[in-house]
């Protein structure tokens, strides 16, 4: 498959998220506590920024395996702080561990190491609110600070800073949502006494459904672009992703959630057979857990 053939993909799913929900949608009733968006979808992210002054503790897990040949493994687990300061703004500030095992991978080093993997914040500014809009739309800034190169493991200076728009609608209301984001991730790195520079392009969309109160089931797909250099000059690779996600809130202060993505179609530059398994992986999942206080 080509790049136009997951974007049309992607752009179909998109366009069906967003058409309004008509008939379906339920009259509003009585008023309930609101749904918090931001980790309903799994990978892709939801619109929604906390209300004000809340504050919460994020523990994450995202795990990545599976390359073409030996034992690939990858596991980044971080801890961290959100808070709501002002309307419509969330700021996080975390600092992830991670832990390496590979061997027999074609072109990467035996490893099986840990480490603290540097620092990671994120800005979220939520332009339009769906009660008020026809769907919610939130700017997302997270630059990044990490010792390790996250493909080799190698010890670099690696700074980034992830650009996002983030979009979500409510279908039916307080039963189907659905979001779409568009990423832009520039990184720098330094490796001995060489500079590298590479970005990321990535499109995602997700629909979830809660199925009993607190507990959402749904599916996502994505589309990743590697590029040489900051400018999106040449492409290194493309994959695109599919998997299930889950969401269960267990009480008021507690929520975990859960996905797991695929890659089923993907390339990359310059390298025979299917996938892109030199700049991703086959496989990835993520697990979160929430505490609000």
């Given at each position: 498959?080509?790049?136009?053939?997951?974007?049309?993909?992607l752009?179909?799913?998109?366009?069906?998220?967003?058409?309004?929900?008509?008939?379906?949608e339920?009259?509003?009733?009585?008023?309930?506590?609101?749904?918090?968006?931001?980790?309903?979808?799994?990978?892709?992210?939801?619109?929604?920024?906390g209300?004000?002054?809340?504050?919460?503790?994020?523990?994450?897990?995202?795990?990545?395996?599976?390359?073409?040949?030996?034992?690939?493994?990858?596991?980044?687990?971080?801890?961290?702080?959100?808070?709501?300061?002002?309307?419509?703004?969330?700021?996080?500030?975390?600092?992830?561990?991670?832990?390496?095992?590979?061997?027999?991978?074609?072109?990467?080093?035996?490893?099986?190491?840990?480490?603290?993997?540097?620092?990671?914040?994120?800005?979220?500014y939520?332009?339009?609110?769906?009660?008020r809009?026809?769907?919610?739309?939130?700017?997302?800034?997270?630059?990044?600070?990490?010792?390790?190169?996250?493909t080799?493991?190698?010890?670099?200076?690696n700074?980034?800073g992830?650009?996002?728009?983030?979009?979500?609608?409510?279908?039916?209301?307080?039963?189907?949502?659905?979001?779409?984001?568009?990423?832009?991730?520039?990184e720098?790195?330094?490796?001995?006494w060489?500079?590298?520079r590479?970005?990321?392009?990535?499109?995602?969309?997700?629909?979830?459904?809660?199925?009993?109160?607190?507990?959402?089931?749904?599916?996502?797909?994505?589309?990743?672009?590697?590029?040489?250099g900051?400018?999106?000059?040449?492409?290194?690779?493309?994959?695109?992703?599919?998997?299930?996600?889950?969401?269960?809130?267990?009480?008021?202060?507690?929520?975990?959630s859960?996905?797991?993505?695929?890659?089923?179609?993907?390339?990359?530059?310059?390298?025979?057979?299917?996938?892109?398994?030199?700049?991703?992986?086959?496989?990835?999942?993520?697990?979160?857990?929430?505490?609000?206080?």
């Amino acid at each position: 498959m080509r790049a136009s053939r997951y974007l049309a993909i992607l752009i179909g799913l998109l366009a069906a998220s967003l058409s309004d929900a008509g008939a379906g949608e339920a009259e509003k009733g009585e008023a309930k506590d609101r749904i918090d968006t931001q980790f309903i979808f799994g990978f892709t992210a939801g619109a929604d920024v906390g209300e004000l002054g809340e504050k919460e503790l994020e523990h994450q897990t995202a795990a990545q395996w599976s390359k073409r040949d030996g034992r690939s493994a990858r596991l980044a687990d971080q801890l961290r702080f959100e808070t709501s300061p002002l309307p419509n703004f969330r700021f996080e500030i975390g600092v992830p561990v991670t832990y390496y095992n590979f061997a027999g991978v074609t072109g990467l080093g035996d490893r099986n190491q840990g480490n603290c993997n540097g620092i990671a914040t994120e800005f979220r500014y939520r332009l339009f609110d769906r009660d008020r809009a026809p769907f919610a739309l939130t700017v997302v800034a997270e630059p990044h600070w990490s010792r390790s190169d996250e493909t080799s493991g190698e010890r670099v200076d690696n700074y980034g800073g992830e650009l996002s728009v983030v979009v979500d609608k409510e279908l039916a209301r307080d039963r189907v949502f659905a979001a779409v984001n568009f990423v832009y991730d520039p990184e720098v790195t330094r490796s001995r006494w060489q500079w590298q520079r590479d970005s990321t392009l990535a499109v995602a969309t997700s629909m979830t459904m809660q199925v009993s109160p607190g507990a959402f089931v749904g599916a996502e797909a994505r589309y990743l672009q590697k590029y040489q250099g900051l400018g999106l000059d040449a492409s290194a690779g493309q994959a695109f992703f599919i998997g299930p996600t889950t969401y269960v809130r267990l009480s008021k202060a507690f929520a975990v959630s859960a996905a797991w993505s695929v890659q089923v179609a993907g390339h990359a530059t310059g390298i025979p057979g299917p996938l892109d398994l030199t700049n991703f992986t086959r496989h990835q999942a993520l697990l979160r857990i929430e505490y609000n206080f």
